[in-house]
């Protein structure tokens, strides 16, 4: 029984990987996923989610279980890769479906137009988040403040493309794939190329396909979560807390130095390559460490 129980807590320290689909948000996500833990009798255990996407977006949705959960600000910080769709002549106030339309424009670029404005959305660039996001002004969210008719102001910042390529080309829509850094707005890069074009726009398809180490190769339905559940097999669709850091280098270490980094203490150790590195013992991960010149200091420690 003390077997089961030990490999019940391992398995509950990982990632689900979720397709989420067009129409709910990244928090109801989290509750079908509590409710698959308890309908797989599972021991009651932290969720929390990778990196929110928008009701109307579909895609890769990570979600971290027990000391996964941990991670979190790591998975929001990792590249993210989608693929898009903007419809051109008309601009909505939330730049994407779901709003009312406040500009038009009789004009429809063409596809060589639109491939050649593409250089300058690539690299780093200046960007204006939408008003309809959940950013913060003065303690509030600019959505609700938006929602409210208040004018919403958001100060412009630096967001990298690493790709972007034009795909498809029909009628009045173009169709794009992007690979994109942290903080980057899909609505707000849709606004931004229309705009350059000549004309205005707003997204109408918006498909999240990876999330750092993540992809939809990886993902399972909401009903095949809840099928798996119900079957009492929820282990198979569980990664291990490791596959989150697959841009992490791993370091080895003694059964002495991880009851050391458990307690958070620092190890007089120095690496060849400064940054971050996942300390293991015996393959089983104890801490996400920072390797600098004075030693490893514990950046998250994982109780496994």
Known sequence: MADRRRTRRLMLSGWIILDKPVGIGSTPCVSAVKRALREAGEAK????????LDPLASGVLPIALGEATKLAGHMLD????????????AQTDTLDLEGAVIATSPVR???????????????????????????????KRAYDLARAGEEVALATRQ?????????????????FVTSVSKGTYIRSLARDLAVAAGTVGHVTRLRRTRAGPFSLAQAISLDKLADLAKARQLDGAVLPLI??????????????EAQLLRNGQKLDRTLATPGLVLATDAGRPVALVEAGTDGLRVVRGFNI
């Open 45 to 52: 255990t932290k969720v929390g989610h990778g990196g929110t």
């Open 78 to 89: 990792a590249t993210k890769d989608y693929a898009f769709t903007v419809t051109f002549g």
């Open 109 to 139: 670029p063409t596809a060589a137009t639109v491939a050649e404005i593409l250089p300058r959305f690539t690299g780093i660039i200046d960007q204006i988040p939408p008003a309809y996001s959940a950013l913060k002004v003065d303690g």
């Open 159 to 175: 967001v990298t493309i690493h790709q972007l390529r034009l795909i498809e080309f029909v009628g009045d829509s173009a169709t």
């Open 243 to 256: 596959a989150g850091l697959d841009d992490i280098p791993a370091l080895p270490v003694t059964p002495e």
